[in-house]
């Protein structure tokens, strides 16, 4: 009896010990205190024990438990940095001199959760971030935006008429806004299994729109496969945004099984969105997806919304995005046009050259059979090991861009401008095969091609040339808003505070769509910069008026009053600032 009594405590205490730790200390105290506490409560067991034990050598046995039990609560607190830096899979960027400082940033936020350890950051000036167990997930870096608004926008876009969707991982909230940006959307349901990734999405409130405040965002703390697979709700679009799947548990959201289950949620001639990522995948994993993928929705395309990342779109009808609808859409909602701009789609034709083939093109040559399925989850357990091989990110993405082919509609836009998809060409790096005689042509729309394309494939290191093929363009056409737009962003990013006031000036006078309200925050910026406050104060009240819950907005005010000494109308600004920032 006392054999038994000793193994059905041993699963007891393991099941009461997962429990506790798990939806109790950890969420409450955090992964050191609670790793300090389970130490104390084995050492104090020991130090009852030998209490209660052989006295022989009895003070030295009672001494080293207490001993190790001080020490336990004397460790220090562990760096959080440290601990998040993703050095496991990411050591390659510390061996740069200095860079190990970097482990050391104190991030803003910092909780262990339930599934996972959550921080948010800031790298730079304003690249705010998102690291979920040391990855960076979400940040407000271009790159990132690129993804993540792409990832709402081309399912949303695909449909002829959204009202429901549903959105699988949260993120920073970013996906989120870009859905609800189009008009006609009644309700986003998101599901998020991590209760402190929706607590760190305040931090991005500021530049995601506070779209938690929308009425028609509903937040789920729930795993986004079994609701899905649960919900009696059925959607027009569902938008499947996980994390890597090399993640321990996240190779569920890319199974046979889970496609088959949206399938059946979504409505007649609903859209499925998937996104994957080619950075930490071989060529046969990204053939495994796209044939497991393809393998349920008999119609769909295949998207690069930044170098590195597809997007796949499924339906089980015929799917297109709509040349008219797509204009119409982004005519009707300026925090599209705000967003298409950020992500340097001046003209929402621009998409269109982010388009790699249809569903048929990659079905046909694909030669993988297998699939990844919930019985056989062939990705979770490969993808891993692509963290520690040489990447093939780059032999992956050449095999897709021979495989490309021009999207239906481009004929028809290559008509009106040679210009246009080429954009979007650059905006996933694929520039081989670019036209000679457009890039040669002496136009400035061929010299704003050029200078994009020396920030886009060296940034930093090209401003001379990036300028002179501004410069080439403004004396082509001086009148050239985007080219004006961009030179102001350029030389108030170098300091040139009065070139970059004049540039914003004349951009101003009829600013690209979409970049009106990053041209005024430049001005007034240049403006504080040279101490022209007068002139800067009438233009930045008319921005107060229309966007006066805008965080910069405030922001700019307060600095401006504090220049003027009129320290509490300043303290009022930047509390506001700060209010509308969390």
Not at 90 to 102: F, I, N, T
Not at 493 to 500: D, L
Request: proline share 6%.
């Amino acid at each position: 009896r006392s054999v038994g009594e000793i193994y059905g405590s041993n699963p007891l205490g393991c099941i009461l010990g997962s429990l506790l730790a798990g939806f109790v200390c950890i969420p409450n105290l955090g992964a050191q205190l609670t790793l300090q506490l389970a130490a104390a409560l084995s050492l104090t067991l020991a130090l009852v024990l030998f209490t209660f034990g052989s006295s022989q050598g009895k003070r030295l046995k009672l001494a080293a438990p207490v001993v190790l039990l001080i020490a336990v609560f004397m460790l220090p607190a562990w760096e959080p940095g440290l601990m998040t830096g993703g050095v496991s899979f990411s050591a390659a960027k510390y061996l740069q001199p200095g860079s190990e400082e970097r482990l050391y940033e104190r991030p803003a936020y910092y909780r262990d959760g339930l599934s996972a350890t959550v921080t948010v950051g800031l790298q730079g000036e304003d690249n705010l971030y998102m690291k979920i167990n040391g990855k960076v997930d979400a940040s407000s870096n271009k790159r990132d935006l690129h993804n993540m608004y792409l990832t709402g926008y081309l399912p949303v876009l695909s449909h002829p008429e959204p009202k429901d969707v549903a959105l699988v991982g949260l993120g920073a909230g970013f996906t989120a806004e870009a859905v609800l940006a189009v008009p006609g959307i009644e309700r986003l349901d998101v599901m998020e299994l991590e209760p402190e990734v929706i607590e760190a999405e305040k931090y991005f409130s500021a530049l995601n729109g506070r779209v938690a405040e929308d009425p028609r965002y509903h937040i789920h703390e729930k795993d986004g496969r079994t609701y899905v697979m649960g919900s009696p709700r059925r959607y027009d679009v569902i938008i499947n945004q996980p994390s890597n799947p090399w993640l321990a548990g996240i190779g569920n959201l890319f199974t046979l099984d889970y496609y088959e289950h949206c399938s059946d949620r979504l409505k007649k001639g609903g859209v499925m969105c998937q996104w994957f990522n080619l950075y930490a995948a071989s060529l046969e994993e990204t053939y495994l997806v796209l044939n497991t993928f393809y393998s349920v929705f008999p119609h769909g395309s295949v998207w690069m919304s930044s170098y590195g990342d597809l997007i796949l779109l499924g339906s089980n009808e015929p799917l297109e995005l709509d040349r008219k609808r797509l204009r119409e859409t982004w005519e009707k909602s300026e925090a599209m046009r705000g967003h298409f701009f950020t992500i340097d789609l001046f003209e929402p034709d621009v998409i269109y050259g982010q388009y790699l083939f249809p569903r048929e093109k990659i079905v046909g040559i694909n030669p993988i059979e297998r699939k990844n399925t919930d019985d056989r989850p062939l990705l979770e357990f490969t993808a891993p090991f692509n963290l520690y091989k040489p990447s093939e990110m780059a032999d992956i993405i050449g095999t897709l861009f021979r495989l490309a082919e021009p999207h239906p509609v481009a004929e028809a836009v290559q008509a009106e401008s040679p210009y246009t998809l080429l954009h979007g060409h650059i905006n996933i790096f694929r520039t081989e095969g670019l036209p000679k005689e457009v890039l040669d042509a002496q136009t400035s729309e061929s010299a704003l091609l050029h200078a994009r394309l020396a920030m886009l494939l060296e940034p930093g290191a090209r401003t001379e040339p990036v300028r002179s093929r501004l410069n080439l363009a403004l004396q082509l056409d001086p009148n050239d808003s985007l080219a004006l737009t961009f030179a102001a962003f350029l030389e108030l990013e170098q300091g040139n505070f009065p070139i970059a006031e004049v540039l914003a000036e004349r951009a101003l006078v009829d600013p690209p769509p979409g970049a009106r309200n990053k041209l005024v925050e430049g001005l007034v910026a240049a403006r504080l910069q040279q101490g022209k406050l007068d002139q800067a104060q009438p233009v930045l009240e008319d921005y107060l008026k229309a966007h006066g819950e805008s965080y910069k907005a405030h922001f700019l005010m307060g600095q401006l009053m504090f220049k003027r000494k009129k320290f509490e109308e300043a303290k009022t600004h930047l509390s506001r600032a700060v209010e509308l920032n969390i």
